[in-house]
């Protein structure tokens, strides 16, 4: 399975980005929050892809889970 979300010193400081773009992840959360959907996310964001952003929810989801 490859690594949805990077964090990288060398791109944007080391926000957690989505893999291969200059996209933070935090981005999609704040869409998400803010009542938009994913579609709306992924028109906004074309570099991401759907599998990449489901996967990047995926890794979220299993990070949580590991927290409670």
């Known amino acids: 399975m490859v690594q949805a979300i990077i964090k990288d010193p060398e791109t944007m400081h080391g926000v957690p ?3 291969g773009t ?3 992840v935090q ?3 704040d869409y998400l929050e803010g009542g938009d959907t ?3 996310f992924l028109t906004g964001f ?3 892809s759907r ?3 489901l996967a990047a929810l ?3 989801r299993v990070l949580l889970m590991a927290h409670c």
Do not use: G, I, N
């Open 17 to 19: 980005v989505f893999q």
């Open 22 to 24: 200059r996209v933070p």
């Open 27 to 29: 981005t999609l959360f």
């Open 38 to 40: 994913l579609e709306e």
């Open 46 to 48: 074309p570099t991401v």
């Open 51 to 53: 599998d990449l952003a």
């Open 58 to 60: 995926e890794e979220a």
